[in-house]
């Protein structure tokens, strides 16, 4: 059984309680529950879970269970707890952690499953924890939980698959063994920069493809979309220090790390040595014999040159280097385009003289997406 401490009682946050609530720890031929404290800001749903075992002003018609605790109070809710979970709107985050502080202990697991930056800074949501609880003289054991995962249906039961990325493994593991079960699978990852960014950049995507849905527009367009913002987000999470192959585009982030395989066969003989080394010739051979250099380091060094003469290569380097500067640029130019959005809506629908009904799923700015 593990004390667990889930901080946000949004839709999502108590579709996560209800998970973790209905899972089981074995020791043995015993099985028991985890210990679930959910940390509310509103009284009412307090009482409301306390009454009846239903959130009913945020997930309403979904029973918790009875290994679900709800509380008002932070003090309450951290004691004790071995995992906790942040599930607060983002722009909360800094301020309930800074107050949470005095009750957090080094051996705590820290899980963040909000999806958003920070407001003014742009920093990830682990970046916001690290950075108030490092002032507290502890670097905090954290990670980072994110995937295509509606909170009513997670409620429901509907088989889920998400990532949860750090760059400790232990902690990944320990936090796949607490979450995960046959309806609700995790998967990890150790790229946490691309399983943040993935599911904050998401929304904008979901937010541009309801404009198609309210524009009328067909299958084509919103297939452009998705396809052109799925590469422009793998762009920014490689500009920012992600890793393309590893980022949650909800396309590879949902499978078990691979190994990587070499781009080119390796030499091991000097017939492939002679193949593949760019010095050319019986030159390599006698380098190789004064121990000058090995024909692995030689043709490694070949690799390296032939990627250097590669634009697209080049590219793809200078964008891993990219000033952060410049990143927060970008951040904060598709945070005001989908700002200036609904502005541009109107202008649009006045001049086709009609209105624009965008769909309340997709832009809806809550806990639930």
Not at 56 to 79: H, K, Q, V, Y
Not at 317 to 328: F, I
Request: glycine fraction near 8%.
């Amino acid at each position: 059984m593990s004390r667990i401490a889930i901080i946000g009682a949004g839709a999502w946050g108590t579709g996560l309680a209800i998970v973790l609530g209905r899972n089981e720890t074995h020791h043995g031929r015993h099985s028991v529950r985890h210990n679930v404290r959910l940390w509310a800001n509103e009284p009412e749903v307090t009482e409301s879970i306390a009454s009846n075992r239903i959130n009913e002003r945020f997930l309403p018609g979904f029973i918790l269970p009875e290994s679900i605790a709800a509380t008002s109070d932070l003090n309450t809710a951290l004691d004790g707890a071995e995992i906790v979970v942040s599930v607060m709107p983002s722009q909360h985050c800094r301020d309930l952690f800074e107050r949470m502080a005095p009750a957090l202990r080094r051996e705590i697991l820290f899980v963040s499953c909000t999806k958003g930056l920070e407001d003014g800074t742009l920093l990830r949501m682990t970046e916001v924890i690290g950075d108030v609880l490092q002032s507290r003289k502890f670097t905090p054991h954290i990670a980072a939980l994110s995937g295509p995962s509606f909170a009513k249906e997670v409620a429901r039961g509907d088989p889920t698959a998400v990532t949860v990325a750090s760059v400790d493994g232990e902690v990944t593991r320990a936090v796949q063994q607490a979450f995960n079960d046959s309806r609700f699978r995790v998967y990890t990852n150790n790229d946490v920069i691309g399983v943040e960014l993935g599911g904050a950049l998401k929304n904008i995507i979901a937010i541009a493809a309801g404009i198609c849905a309210g524009l009328g527009l067909g299958h084509n367009s919103a297939a452009a979309l998705i396809t052109r913002g799925l590469a422009e987000m793998a762009r920014l999470v490689v500009a920012c220090g992600g890793r393309r192959s590893g980022s949650n585009l909800h396309r590879r982030s949902l499978a078990q790390p691979q190994r990587r395989r070499a781009t080119r066969p390796r030499p091991q003989t000097p017939r492939h040595y002679y193949r593949h080394a760019r010095s050319g010739g019986r030159r390599g051979f006698h380098h190789q014999s004064r121990g000058r250099l090995s024909p692995q380091k030689e043709c490694r060094d070949a690799d390296h040159r032939a990627d250097v003469r590669n634009p697209r290569k080049r590219q793809v380097a200078a964008a891993g280097h990219r000033r952060t500067d410049d990143t927060c640029g970008e951040v904060r130019n598709l945070l005001s385009l989908v700002r200036t959005l609904p502005n541009q809506l109107q202008i649009f629908a006045a001049d086709r003289r009609h209105s624009v009904q965008l769909p309340v799923e997709v832009i809806h700015h809550g806990n639930g997406n």
